[in-house]
Structure formats: structure tokens, C-alpha cells
């Protein structure tokens, strides 16, 4: 247990608050607020939050200039209780890890322990993600750390390269299916589309920013990050985006088997049952490869099923 698992909830109910602020014309004091506190919470899970967050928050102000114009006064009132909800907490915490540990942050001192130096900006561009195999690499290991976590067992990671073949390049393909099917020729309201396009965003800031973080350091000896492995694929630092990661990826889906059905129109219920279907196979796929792969704990005493 660690905090990991309390940025999924926390970026959940900021998700769900940005999709309220979509649909509404008039946003309310009592959005605005637990908006504001669903922002601190996401960003005091942990950092690495951040780059979600920026999304949201560009969705709402983009949404709030749209709503000032009409009604102003319940805009500034939303947008008062979403400064002042969200800027306390974080302004504290900000404060205090400043006169603690000298930067707003808290990371100088992490760095510094673990031997990471910031290379300069023009040194970045040397770095292998931005070669066709190193940043395959970098998608794969990501990916693959995302689906299945890093559960290690006697110093052994937990890993099945088939599994992590089908997840690195499912998602790829079936994520890619969801930007294409934003258009309009699969008739999605104004505001499904606006909702995935979020997800797909959110998604991608988040790999992004684990990527600027991969060409910014010399890793020294760091074992994990490594310069010879030198990527941030830690599943984990992702996990605030697993929500928005499922919506885009069920949409792909849904997507790339209306393409595969399209000829059969006279069926429609094909249309509904074959992605169930694939999303079905893949779960299945999932659990049984998990419970493959990690079948040494099983016979361990510590476990009240062990053999």
C-alpha cells in the first residue's frame, strides 16, 4: 500500500467534476468548491499527478471563458470557490516543503540521494526515447508496468512477455482507433466527444511528462532509473490516469470493431456485441496471465491458500 492507490479515486472525482462543468451553463458554488478540492487532493496524492491536472484545469477555464460571457456572476462565483478550495491546501503544502526542504517541491533532497544530476536543455536531445526503438521501449515498459503493476517475488519481477506484447501494442492501436473516432461519422453528441477527447488528452500528458522526465536526468547509479535504462516506465506514476486509460481504450474498441462490422449493417446488433466480445477476451486474457505469472506466491505459508 503506498499512495499510489488513492490517485485513481482522487483524479476520478476531479474527471467527474470536469464533466459536470461541460454539461452546465451555470455552474454552482458547490461545483466550484468540490472541484477546487478534488485539484488538491490529486496534486497532494502526488506529484506526478500534476500533468492531469493541467489538462482539467485547462478544460474548465476554457469552459469558464465560454460561461463568463453568458453568466457572469455565477462564473466568478464558481470560479472564486475553486481558487480558494484548491489554492489553501496546496499554497500550505507548497509553503511548507519550501521551508523544509528548501524547494516547492520537496525533490532537491530525493535527487540529490539518488544521485540524479539535470543534464543541460541540449543534452536531452541525445536521449535514446526519441530514436524509433527507444521510445518503443519506453511505450512498452510503460505500459506494460501499467497493466500489470511491479509486484517483485524474491527479487523476481512478475512479467510474461506475451501479456506485455498484447498490452503495449493493444493499447497503442486501440488508443489511436479512439483519436480517429472523434470524428463525426460515429455519431457522438457534442458532449461524448468533448469527454473522450479529455481522456485521450489526460492519457497522453501523462506519458508525456513521464518522457520529459526520462531526457532531463543523468541517472548516475541509480539502479531504476538507470542510464543504460534510461526511462521513467513505472506503471505507477501513472496510475491517476486509469480511468481516463479505460475510456479511451473501450472506445477504441468500440471503434475499430464498427469499422469491422460496417458491412454488416443489416445486423446492428453486431455492432453492440462484438466489442463487448473483444473487451471480454482481453479481461479474460488479463486475469489468467496474472494468476500465470504470479503462481509461485501461491504456494507460499504465508498464505492461508498456500498448498
Known amino acids: 500500500m503506498n499512495n499510489d492507490v488513492l490517485s485513481p479515486p482522487c483524479f476520478g472525482v476531479l474527471l467527474l ?15 466550484g468548491a468540490i472541484t477546487g478540492v478534488a485539484i488538491a487532493s490529486t496534486y497532494l496524492t502526488k506529484l506526478s499527478n500534476l500533468p492531469l491536472i493541467v489538462v482539467a484545469v485547462a478544460v474548465i477555464v476554457a469552459r469558464l471563458i465560454a460561461i463568463i460571457r453568458r453568466t457572469p456572476r455565477a462564473g466568478v462565483i464558481a470560479l472564486a470557490a475553486l481558487l480558494l478550495c484548491a489554492a489553501v491546501p496546496i499554497g500550505s503544502w507548497i509553503v511548507w516543503l519550501k521551508l523544509q526542504f528548501g524547494d516547492v517541491t520537496g525533490s532537491t533532497a530525493k535527487i540529490a540521494f539518488l544521485d540524479w544530476t539535470r543534464k543541460p536543455f541540449i543534452e536531452w536531445w541525445q536521449h535514446p526515447i526519441f530514436k524509433p526503438h527507444g521510445l518503443w521501449v519506453f511505450w512498452s515498459d510503460l505500459v506494460a508496468s501499467f497493466w500489470r503493476g511491479e509486484v517483485e517475488w524474491h527479487g523476481r519481477r512478475f512479467d510474461w512477455q506475451i501479456a506485455d506484447r498484447l498490452y503495449a501494442v493493444s493499447s497503442l492501436v486501440f488508443i489511436a482507433a479512439a483519436v480517429l473516432g472523434l470524428g463525426k461519422q460515429f455519431a457522438l453528441s457534442t458532449f461524448q466527444r468533448r469527454a473522450i477527447a479529455v481522456a485521450i488528452l489526460t492519457v497522453a500528458a501523462g506519458v508525456a511528462f513521464l518522457g520529459v522526465l526520462s531526457v532531463q ?91
Open 17 to 31: 467534476c470536469v464533466l459536470q462543468w461541460l454539461r452546465t451553463d451555470a455552474p454552482s458554488l458547490l461545483l
Open 217 to 307: 536526468f543523468d541517472f548516475g547509479s541509480c539502479v531504476n532509473p538507470s542510464r543504460s535504462h534510461p526511462y521513467f516506465t513505472s506503471g505507477r506514476l501513472l496510475s491517476g490516469a486509469i480511468i481516463p486509460f479505460a475510456v479511451s481504450y473501450v472506445y477504441g474498441i468500440s471503434c475499430l470493431c464498427c469499422l469491422a462490422t460496417s458491412r454488416f449493417r443489416q445486423t446492428r446488433w453486431i455492432d453492440t456485441a462484438l466489442p463487448l466480445v473483444v473487451l471480454g477476451a482481453i479481461i479474460l486474457f488479463s486475469q489468467v496471465s496474472e494468476i500465470f505469472i504470479s503462481h509461485p506466491v501461491f504456494a507460499s505459508e504465508h498464505n492461508w491458500f498456500h498448498r
